[in-house]
């Protein structure tokens, strides 16, 4: 992955068009003294901005990212091309052994998403494990795809198959291949729609979602979600509690949506009235592995105070979230990089140090790959007291900023 920080890119799409200064904070709702702090690496733009800042700039927010279109060029783990052949690959059975059965295929799903959520190594602990799984299921499913008698089995193959596409949605944003997140997103919706399964329905329109959201589609976000909102509660019982907790996960994409757009108010309502009473009738669980619960509302809520610049009332917030009973390290980690942004606002380095810190113990490979965690690292390695400027140069090496 290519070492630019944001800053400098922002600052290279900016000066590429001839677009001064203030004609681009003001588009992007923010003051001159800001956008230049950002473009000289002093501040770390939070998502929302950035995607504001995409949209002024007309260039996508990978852009000024620098995610990268292909996996050579990340830092992360070289298995995107391996994972692509796999999804693409048209042999109708496995060559070299028998076929898997659905419970094992099930089983090993669902080990998957287990280590992804509660591994500290996930990226290297699960990179292994998915082109096999995905061509296991892949196979399975058109295997019985030509079966007479097998209409119940293809329907559990449909939902095994859909809850590995709804995994890979995510692992592979993370790994840096966004190119195939809608690939798998599109066929995850394919299979929850074949196995005739609400649920699962309203999950593959909530990664759909999260897709839009990243390329700052934050409309088209909202419709699909508050769409499968008003499917969700035709299709299954007022009193069912996984309808309650997807219900609630897709309010907070919803919310999320709201508050790209700048309408932070909405996103408030949303989560107090929406979000905030389904997680008190779900409870702190993870359908469908979605982490729904009322500490992931909370920091939802911490979130949307930072992103409106209300850094006081986020800190409040985070005071309360119960960030031990998040399902997921992966919701941890990005708690306490929420928090460290937060203090980054505030212009409280060793807060912002201590809570990179708190990431790095539940997330260290999230640390290292994610891009906005990078730029706040830099940020400290240039502003840092002598106190504890070799503290930030061990965390850089860490993450491999500064040569060991």
């Given at each position: 992955m290519s070492e630019i920080p944001v800053g400098e890119r922002v600052q290279f799409y900016r000066k590429a068009q001839k677009k001064k200064q203030a004609v681009v904070a003001g588009l992007a709702g923010i003051t001159e003294d800001y956008l230049s702090q950002i473009e000289r690496g002093l501040k770390t733009p939070a998502m929302p901005l950035l995607h504001r800042l995409a949209r002024v700039l007309n260039v996508p927010v990978s852009a000024l990212l620098g995610e990268p279109a292909f996996e050579e060029e990340s830092v992360v783990h070289p298995v995107g091309r391996i994972l692509q052949r796999a999804l693409t690959s048209t042999a109708p059975t496995l060559s070299d052994r028998p076929l898997p059965d659905l419970v094992e295929l099930r089983e090993r799903v669902n080990a998957l998403w287990t280590l992804w959520q509660t591994s500290p190594t996930r990226f290297t602990d699960a990179a292994p494990l998915v082109p096999p799984l995905v061509r296991d299921v892949q196979c399975v499913a058109r295997a019985l795809r030509s079966a007479s008698d097998a209409a119940a089995m293809r329907r559990d193959a449909h939902r095994v198959s859909a809850d590995l596409y709804f995994f890979l949605r995510t692992f592979t944003k993370r790994i840096g291949r966004p190119d195939l997140s809608l690939l798998v997103a599109d066929r995850g919706m394919v299979a929850a729609e074949e196995a005739d399964d609400p649920l699962r329905v309203a999950v593959a329109k909530w990664n759909l979602g999260q897709i839009l959201l990243s390329q700052s589609?934050?409309?088209?976000?909202?419709?699909?979600?508050?769409?499968?909102?008003?499917?969700?509660?035709?299709?299954?019982?007022?009193?069912?509690?996984?309808?309650?907790?997807?219900?609630?996960?897709?309010?907070?994409?919803?919310?999320?949506?709201?508050?790209?757009?700048?309408?932070?108010?909405?996103?408030?309502?949303?989560?107090?009235?929406?979000?905030?009473?389904?997680?008190?009738?779900?409870?702190?669980?993870?359908?469908?592995?979605?982490?729904?619960?009322?500490?992931?509302?909370?920091?939802?809520?911490?979130?949307?105070?930072?992103?409106?610049?209300?850094?006081?009332?986020?800190?409040?917030?985070?005071?309360?979230?119960?960030?031990?009973r998040l399902a997921s390290l992966e919701r941890r980690t990005t708690f306490a990089l929420e928090v460290a942004r937060c203090y980054e606002q505030r212009r409280d380095d060793a807060a912002v140090f201590l809570h990179l810190l708190t990431a790095e113990v539940s997330g260290p490979e999230d640390l290292k790959y994610n891009v906005l965690a990078r730029d706040l690292i830099r940020g400290l390695l240039k502003r840092a007291r002598p106190t504890y400027a070799p503290q930030v140069q061990d965390l850089a090496r860490r993450v491999g900023l500064l040569a060991g």
């Open positions: 589609e934050a409309e088209g976000a909202e419709e699909v979600t508050l769409y499968a909102i008003e499917s969700l509660r035709h299709d299954l019982p007022s009193d069912s509690h996984a309808r309650a907790a997807m219900e609630g996960a897709l309010w907070l994409v919803a919310t999320v949506a709201a508050a790209r757009r700048g309408d932070f108010w909405t996103a408030r309502d949303r989560l107090r009235e929406h979000a905030l009473p389904a997680a008190r009738r779900s409870g702190d669980g993870n359908v469908l592995w979605t982490v729904f619960g009322v500490p992931n509302v909370g920091l939802h809520a911490v979130s949307v105070e930072v992103e409106a610049g209300e850094t006081t009332e986020a800190l409040r917030l985070a005071d309360d979230v119960a960030v031990s």
